[in-house]
């Protein structure tokens, strides 16, 4: 005769039932606060755009430290975000800016003010210009020489675009242009005989003194950084004190030398009102 089991009592299935659930509240709880804690830590992490200036992996190498040096000034977690070229990079801000401090030219900086309500904290000491350069045996006099010649430079928005545009407002009296990933790409191709000139930023031509300068733009602000609104008051301003004294010790002086950069001093959003305008025409302003 097969034996029967006996029917588990009712106050024991109680019991295991309760068990049970309790075991699987406690697994879901630590599940929870394991995905929230690396969602928080995720989201401490305040990312800093650089512009490619300079190919991404020179900006890497270069600004990595600096960026690495005000994070640990302020206390706050900090990466650096490049770019492969500056239309990824004009994607990126003209849609929303995802990311939280910029390192950035004046139109592109005023652009997210007036747009995007950032705010500026601190610019590098002075202006800059532009330089439409030839090489060395190319002697051009006057910017009209270079009329349907060919020009590297920088997609636009970058500011060497936005410069030849009012070099040459003729829609049909222009130059050819070759668009290049970096300034440093663009003084390359002059310097290969790939194209007849270059327009690149003043300090970057004055690393190539086999150059030959044809003519300099009109001064804008030096570059600045700004904050997102997402940014606290109390960050934005710890990351403004980072910036201002790394000039005043030698091993933030060594850094800011490396990045190729002059001293930051405190600025405004004012200084840098107006220059988004040099943007109009530009794809997505």
Known sequence: MTPVCPPIKPHRRSHWALLMRSLLTQSLLLFMGLALGASAQAATALKFAIPPFLPQAEIEHSFGP???????????????????????????????????????????????????????????????????????????????????????VQPSPSVSALTLYQLFPNPVQQPILVTVESNRDAADAVLEGKVDAAIIPTPIAAGYPSLNTVTTTEPLPFLAVSVSPNVPPATAKALQNALISLSQTPAGEALLKASQLRAFTIANDQEYAGSEKLLEGTFGY
């Open 66 to 152: 600096l960026v690495a040096k005000i994070s640990a000034l302020t206390g706050a977690p900090i990466e650096i975000e490049t770019f492969p070229n500056y239309l990824a990079f004009w994607q990126a801000t003209r849609t929303g800016s995802p990311f939280d401090i910029a390192l950035d030219a004046a139109p592109t900086t005023d652009f997210r003010v007036q747009r995007q309500h950032w705010h500026v904290i601190a610019k590098l000491s002075g202006t800059v210009t532009q330089s439409l350069v030839t090489g060395p045996n190319n002697a051009v006099l006057d910017p009209s020489e270079l009329i349907n010649k060919k020009i590297a």
